[in-house]
């Protein structure tokens, strides 16, 4: 075991408290009363089984969407349906000559993925609860066009479902059928979720910001997700036509997308385990209670605020015990800078980033009035002032939150303020907030590891398929993540949930992810507040450190000890405009800024 991994695990773990047999039990326990089902179930508990089955195909790549990027997608059932209708109409051979189930899943399954996207593209660019409406739009219109295209469709009266060839065609043997799409989804989605894309999703969700500050492309990526999620729903239609041996749009009610959705949200988010609970619970559930289906909607609704107001992390929280461990209250933050040369060692020239005469205004607001900045490599630059005075805003014109009115920040040959993001984060511009933005649900390596998302190689597919690139990337991010941690003094809590640890060390965590990046200029926004006297002694070691590896830091802090301490440069604020620049000496006989600032 390499030295920086040690310090994260026990030293002696017996073996079923060993991390990877507790999250493995679970899943072996539900796999073997799956597979055993035909043993000890009725018929009649096949049937109920199958349906778990066919909506899990659908709710493991909706979880992506919902659980793990955020997005609420209410209306999915206009996927299933799709689908349904595409497999069946195919194999009925009522308008088209017949075409062979598999195949006419496999095209349903590609026009489900097409679908995806489409319902899917207004989730760039509305708000959440708009998007919601226009999934469940979509959703009445795919049946409205059921009912209409009686032709095709058979109208009110419907079309029957595909049969699959032997040996599917029995009961238990569509069961099997289906649970082996169920199995390759939960595959799939367990790949997608444990890798650098599921990471970013869940920073999409929780930390937008942050997700663009490390380069990651919201829309590529979610277009990947509505592709997937959309070709598993469509697959389950499919299914589900079979299932149902004959449908009718009736099938395909608001109740079910329903189910589907809260099928998520009761499992938790960002877990694959919790949903898929979650979706077998509503499946079974009106079989216990078959005089109150009517009410099953209610019910729905009734479980689901329950369990927001009991656990909220939903059932992924019950099962996730490896959080419930006492963290150490008398934590010492002690980083290690000697291991950044290991991170960062640069070999290529950075350049100098510069702004140029920028100018920003929100309405009256001058936030920045004509600023000039030159911040060089492998220096530290002081940026300071008053509340208001325009430093939060200087970071966000430079990485790209906000574009200026006027003037240009430039690195090397490239201006940075014609880039999108994802640009700057490849220019290797990184950066902390002022409030920590973590994803909290997500491990302490999980949120380090999402700062060096760019630098993957495999693609969305070959994560999918855990390809060898795939285990590569995975093992590359993880250790370098780990060397992040020890850098800043974390390693020891890698493991644990983010939104356990003080304020103090998601301050930290936000730097490790910085470093991820490999920066050649970092941007801290006041990263020593909060900290105590000690740590930030040692967060200043840190940054001093930092710059001696060739990194250009541009600091923004309030703490005028630090500053002084460590600065090569500084900069004063005010108003948005340049009040004073100098070396700390400098500054510190500054006569406007010691009677403004520095009460002397
Ligand atoms: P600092 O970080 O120095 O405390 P900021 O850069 O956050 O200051 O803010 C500079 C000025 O710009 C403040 O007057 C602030 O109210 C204003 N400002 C910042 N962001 C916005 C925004 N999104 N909309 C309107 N005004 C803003
Ligand atoms: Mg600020």
Known sequence: ??????????????????????????????????????????????????????????????????????????????????????????????????????????????????????????????????FAITTLGFATIVRQIALAWASVTGGGVGVPGPVFPPPFDSQWGFYYLCLGFAAICTWMTVNIANSRFGRALTAIRDAEVAAEASGIAKPRLLILVFLFSGATAAIAGGLFASLQSYITP???????????????????????????????????????????????????????????????GGIAELLDFKNRKPLETHRALVPRPELLKRLLAQDDDPGTLTLEQVELHFGGVRAIDGLDLTILPGQVHGLIGPNGSGKTTTLNVISGYYNPQRGRAVLKDAVLTQLSHHRRAQLRIARTFQTPRIVGEASVIENVMI???????????????????????????????????????????????????????????????????????????????????????????????????????????????????????????????????????EIRSHREVVSAYLGG
Not at 43 to 67: D, E, F, K, P, S
Not at 250 to 260: G, I, M, N, P, W
Not at 287 to 309: G, M
Not at 483 to 504: K, P
């Open 1 to 130: 075991m390499d030295m920086f991994t040690s310090g994260a695990r026990p030293a002696r773990a017996s073996f079923w408290s060993s991390p990877a047999i507790t999250a493995a039990l679970p899943w072996l326990v539900l796999a073997a009363i799956a597979v055993a089902l035909p043993l000890y179930g009725s018929g009649y508990w096949g049937v109920i089984a199958t349906r778990a089955c066919v909506y899990w195909v659908l709710v493991a790549g909706l979880n992506l969407l919902v659980g793990f990027a955020g997005q609420l997608a209410i209306g999915w059932v206009a996927l299933l349906t799709l689908g349904a209708y595409i497999t069946a109409v195919l194999s009925a051979a009522n308008v088209l000559p017949e075409v062979h189930p598999y195949l006419a899943l496999a095209i349903a399954a590609i026009a489900g993925a097409l679908f995806g996207v489409i319902v899917g593209l207004p989730a760039l660019r509305l708000r959440t609860f708009y």
């Open 250 to 312: 009736d099938a395909f009610t608001t109740e079910l997308s329903v189910l589907f959705f809260i099928g998520v949200l009761i499992g938790g988010r960002g877990s694959i385990i919790g949903p898929l609970l979650g979706t077998i619970l509503l499946t079974v559930l009106p079989e216990f209670a078959a005089p109150l289906v009517a009410w099953s909607t209610f019910l729905y609704a009734v479980l689901l605020l329950v369990i927001v107001l009991v656990i909220p």
């Open 451 to 585: 700062g060096g998302t760019i630098d993957g190689t495999g693609s969305f597919f070959e994560s999918l398929f855990a390809l060898p690139r795939h285990w590569q990337d995975e093992k590359k991010l993880h250790e370098t993540a780990m060397l992040a941690l020890s850098a800043v003094g974390l390693e020891s809590l890698a493991g644990v949930r983010a939104d356990r640890l003080q304020h103090s060390e998601l301050r930290f965590v936000e730097i490790a992810r910085a470093l991820m990046l490999r920066p050649a200029f970092v941007l801290l926004d006041e990263p020593a507040a909060g900290l105590s006297v000690e740590e930030i002694r040692r967060l200043g070691a840190l940054v001093v450190e930092m710059a001696k590896n060739g990194t250009g830091v541009l600091l923004v802090e309030h703490h005028a000890d630090l500053i002084f301490d460590i600065c090569d440069h500084v900069t004063v604020l005010n108003l948005g405009k340049k009040l004073a620049a100098g070396t700390p000496a």
